[in-house]
């Protein structure tokens, strides 16, 4: 419906360069500075686009594959913007058991994209997660950090709806 717009890479965001500079400055010289550095941008820029991966590496003069190799390792990383929401769906082994499958094709039905993906008005993305600690209330899903459990594929239209009404009222 509405037509993906390719922001600008924060690397060559006049805003987000300073702070981008400002993160790996900070952390340079620290023991495990890559993670620190990523971590980082992750939360402050919100992602980590492959222009900011090769400034990383070669601000921190490590090869490049050595940064993929860590991004692509943490879940809690991401190469693409995240939607304005985030709802995951635990596949740890309770949350498996009782259904969590259903409930992803449910959310792709609903939602129209994959794990992994956001809508293409930037306000929701699917991701899967691991257990959260909530096994006892499996399935759970997770909606924009706060724990949702025994989740059933009919409950998730609604949960989706709140999610856009909560952003309809802001
Ligand atoms: S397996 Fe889903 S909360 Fe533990």
Redesign the pocket.
């Known amino acids: 419906m509405m037509s993906t717009t390719q922001p600008i890479d924060p690397l060559y965001n006049p805003k987000l360069r300073p702070i981008i500079d400002e993160i790996i400055e900070e952390s340079i010289d620290l023991d495990g500075g890559l993670m620190v550095v990523l971590n980082n941008l992750q939360s402050r820029i919100g992602y980590l686009s492959a222009p900011m991966q090769e400034y990383v590496a070669e601000s921190l003069s490590i090869p490049v594959s050595k940064v993929h190799g860590v991004v692509s390792f943490y879940s809690f990383f991401t190469t693409i913007p995240r939607g304005k929401h985030v709802i995951k769906f635990?596949?740890?082994?309770?949350?498996?058991v009782?259904g969590?499958n259903q409930l992803i094709d449910k959310a792709r039905q609903v939602i129209g994209v994959e794990p992994g993906q956001t809508t293409s008005d930037g306000m929701i993305t699917l991701e899967i997660c691991?257990?959260?600690?909530?096994?006892s209330?499996?399935?759970?899903v997770v909606v924009d950090e706060v724990?949702i459990g025994r989740v059933k594929p009919s409950r998730l239209e609604k949960i989706v709806q709140n999610v856009l009404k909560e952003e309809a009222a802001a």
């Open positions: 635990c596949i740890g082994t309770a949350c498996y009782g969590i691991r257990c959260v600690g909530a096994c209330q499996a399935p759970v724990n």
